[in-house]
């Protein structure tokens, strides 16, 4: 597999989350793009996929007061 992508500070984590949702969970390639997907880069805010499972969002939410939702997709 080879991934290359352009953009921001939340490139990275993007990535390593393909990675890992591909290798670690078997998740086929296509479906891996689509996913929710969580950033944490360098600041104290979480940010999440509004596609994320509920469940998910609101443990987020207890862990963080800093947790904001963004659009699907926001890489």
């Known amino acids: 597999m080879s991934l290359g992508v352009s953009g921001g500070r939340r ?3 993007a990535v390593l989350q393909l990675i ?7 998740i086929n390639l296509e479906t891996v793009i689509h996913h929710p ?3 944490v880069h360098g600041d104290e805010n979480i940010l999440f996929d509004t596609a994320m499972d509920l469940g998910i969002s609101e443990k987020l939410s207890q862990m963080s ?6 659009p699907r ?3």
């Open 73 to 75: 997709n926001f890489s």
């Open 65 to 70: 007061d800093k947790v904001t939702d963004y």
């Open 37 to 39: 997907r969580i950033n």
């Open 20 to 26: 890992a949702f591909f290798i670690d969970f078997s």
């Open 11 to 13: 490139i990275m984590s």
